[in-house]
């Protein structure tokens, strides 16, 4: 359980990295718009995140992931 916790912590502070990037480029009705877009996508992808955490426990996190789908070279 906490490795999951810790990589959504990551996947979150870089989704918040982005949308405050997002929120800077677009002004007013677009500005919100990209943030709702920046939401739903890091949603996905900390979803993604949370089924590789349940299929690879590991703490070594994207690093195992790839060991897994391509083999250890």
């Given at each position: 359980m906490i490795r999951r916790a810790s990589n959504?912590?990551?996947t979150a502070?870089?989704?918040?990295?982005?949308?405050?990037?997002l929120e800077g480029l677009?002004?007013?009705?677009?500005?919100?718009l990209a943030v709702a877009v920046g939401a739903?996508?890091?949603f996905f992808l900390?979803?993604?995140f949370a089924r590789l955490c349940e299929t690879v426990?590991?703490?070594?996190?994207?690093?195992?992931?790839?060991?897994r789908a391509f083999g250890k070279r």
């Open positions: 959504g912590a990551a502070s870089i989704c918040a990295v982005g949308l405050a990037q677009a002004s007013g009705v677009w500005a919100a739903v996508l890091c900390a979803r993604v426990p590991s703490g070594a996190g994207p690093i195992a992931y790839l060991s």
